[in-house]
């Protein structure tokens, strides 16, 4: 009788352990799904004008020229237009940008600028909040925005990540 009972409380267990570790694996993420971070691209956003914003993407990798990319804004920011790009051409897309446009590697080394593409663009966010008279005028960001490198072309040689000395 009491082998019965432990057979029964260890089939219990097992049970239980299967449903916890199906559970836990329900919650998972694809990491190829996320966001990554990258020291691959460089990017720059300006204020041109009210709703008028400007981005550089400069290409810093070793491992070659950026043909397509996306950006997304950060959350409560909507790209509405695009105005100019100094070369190649972007669209919107549901409130984010897609470009095409080659963005040539760095030449020499991953430590000096490679080729940059500029895109001027219309983009609508939260509202501002009013000045604060203790700390002056706020200026908001679009903090979570990401950029996704969706094609390259590799170079086939190494692009070294730091000058030889005496250089």
Known sequence: MTGRIWAVAICSLAAAALVVAAAADADTVDPDQSAKVSSDVNLSLRVIDSGVYELTVQNQSGLGSINRFAWVPGPGW???????T?????????GAMSCNGKISA????????????RIRFRMTGPPAPPP????GT??????????????????????????????
């Open 106 to 117: 760095p030449t020499r080394c991953t430590c000096l600028p490679g080729g940059k593409m």
């Open 78 to 84: 909507t790209v509405t237009a695009i105005v100019a």
């Open 132 to 135: 604060s008279k203790q700390n």
């Open 86 to 94: 100094s070369y190649g051409k972007c669209i919107v897309n549901n």
């Open 138 to 167: 706020v200026i908001v960001g679009t903090a979570g925005g990401f950029l996704v490198v969706k094609t390259i072309t590799l170079v086939h040689r190494h692009i070294p990540s730091a000058l030889p000395s005496g250089l």
